[in-house]
């Protein structure tokens, strides 16, 4: 059975957002250039709440020039079944990104957490299509993208 995701993206000026994704789109920058240490501190500096920060984070992310080179981090739960690593590579060589990196955990209590990094500067197919087919591939539990 496929997982069903239909997520639908929208390019939106940053003026026409409502201020609390702005906030948390800048609390996350702080987060990752090291100017905040805790999720308590960033949400402090932009002046919103913790759970402000947590609710809206993984659905505001700053759009990137989509036609230079960048680097995709996913963090995918996988089904501890033979073959299903293969299919999630095999998306991906479809798509032509290229993988740099791929760790593995030990798989427990039936699932086994891979993330992986690319470079999606040759990818025939959006990065958005290719979350989709990730989260369509059969054995995969969830896809997260922890940066890019």
């Known amino acids: 059975m496929q997982n069903v995701y239909d997520p639908k993206f929208y390019l939106v000026e940053a003026d026409m957002l409502p201020e609390i994704f702005v906030k948390v789109a800048k609390a996350k920058e702080l987060l990752e250039t090291g100017e905040a240490t ?3 501190d960033a949400a402090n ?3 919103i709440s913790r759970s402000a920060f947590y609710k809206y984070k993984d659905s505001i992310t700053p ?5 230079r080179g ?3 981090t996913f ?6 079944k033979m073959g299903i690593l293969s299919s999630v590579l ?3 060589a479809n798509t032509g990104a290229n993988i740099l990196t791929i760790n593995q955990s ?6 086994a957490l891979v993330t992986i990094s690319a470079e999606t500067t040759n990818m025939v197919i959006s990065s958005e ?3 989709q087919d990730l989260h369509n591939t059969i054995g995969v539990k969830k896809v997260d993208v922890l940066a890019g």
């Not at 759009?63 to 036609?67: H, I, R, T």
């Not at 963090?75 to 501890?80: A, E, F, P, V, Y």
């Open 38 to 40: 805790t999720v308590a």
């Open 45 to 47: 500096i932009v002046g």
């Open 63 to 67: 759009f990137q020039d989509l036609k």
């Open 70 to 72: 960048r680097i995709i």
């Open 75 to 80: 963090q995918i739960t996988l089904r501890d």
């Open 90 to 92: 095999a998306v991906f």
């Open 106 to 111: 030990i798989p427990i209590n039936g699932t």
């Open 129 to 131: 299509d290719l979350l």
